[in-house]
């Protein structure tokens, strides 16, 4: 399952550095990748004697993207599509992230393996961070300081909208942020999941995303209720608390 783990991982960090996988060649290295590890873990399946592997997890969240996938299916079958090519396309994408997601659901199942993938995501939210942040600052009018932008666009990090990046930091810096106030985080590791969640915030509004500042906005007001309700606060919620004013300094 190693293998299987460190591939997933691979192929998130590809799509997101790949400037977002929105292009052809990028979509194409992420839906190969995708059916490859697949094919890996039907063979693994089939002929791996271990118990606990021969158990298929399914996930709540793939239900959705499987009745949006039947959903363009049918538009093709049916020719109901403006753009039958586009519509193939997104169908191509929208599969390989179920397959990502099924097989995420299989290989991290157990607690290990999710205290392990969330640390890959904090630690790779970080760096992004840091890195759209260094290229705001040294920014020189090219991608990666090298890559012209052929069509322009006002990016961010790896991306050419600003706005995706924003969507990006939306996705991550919960995963920093709400174990840290919901008590789930040993003192020792306050400090570094504490910066962890930091710099995404910093980032977020450096990037100037209006509807990613409002989205935030909301993601705070859904934690406070959640905290209320679970009538969690004191030093959890101090903690989270030096976090946000920290990353309004860092902006500042």
Same mark, same amino acid.
């Given at each position: ?16 550095? =790949?400037?977002?996988? +929105?292009?052809?060649? @990028?979509?194409? %290295?992420?839906? &190969?990748?995708? *059916?490859?590890?697949?094919?890996? $873990? ?53 599969? =390989?992230?179920?397959? +990502?997601?099924?097989? @995420?659901?299989? %290989?991290?199942? &157990?607690?290990? *393996?999710?205290?392990?993938?969330? $640390? ?56 920093a942020l709400v174990p840290l106030?919901?008590?789930? %985080? ?34 705070l007001a859904v934690l406070i ?28």
């Open positions: 399952m190693k293998f299987l783990r460190v591939g997933i991982c691979t192929l998130v960090a590809f799509s997101v550095a =790949a400037h977002g996988g +929105v292009e052809d060649w @990028a979509r194409a %290295v992420l839906e &190969t990748g995708a *059916g490859l590890l697949l094919i890996f $873990w039907a063979a693994r399946f089939c002929f791996y004697n271990h118990d606990e592997e021969k158990e298929i997890v399914v996930t709540p969240l793939l239900l959705p993207l499987i009745g949006l996938a039947l959903l363009a299916l049918g538009q093709l079958l049916f020719r109901a599509t403006v753009s039958t090519y586009d519509t193939r396309m997104e169908l191509n994408l929208l599969i =390989a992230d179920c397959i +990502v997601l099924f097989l @995420a659901a299989q %290989v991290f199942r &157990t607690t290990d *393996g999710w205290r392990t993938f969330v $640390w890959f995501v904090m630690a790779f939210g970080f760096l992004v961070s840091i890195f759209g942040i260094l290229q705001q600052l040294t920014f020189n009018g090219k991608l990666y300081w090298f890559r012209e932008m052929r069509y322009g666009g006002i990016p961010f990090g790896p991306y050419v909208n600003r706005n995706h990046f924003a969507g990006f930091v939306e996705l991550v810096f919960p995963v106030v919901l008590g789930k %985080v040993r003192k020792e590791r306050w400090i570094v999941v504490g910066i962890f969640g930091l710099l995404p915030i910093g980032a977020l509004f450096l990037s100037a995303s209006r509807g990613g500042v409002i989205s935030f906005g909301v993601q209720l959640v905290m209320i309700l679970r009538r969690t606060g004191g030093k959890h919620a101090l903690a989270g608390g030096m976090v946000l004013l920290l990353a309004f300094l860092l902006v500042s």
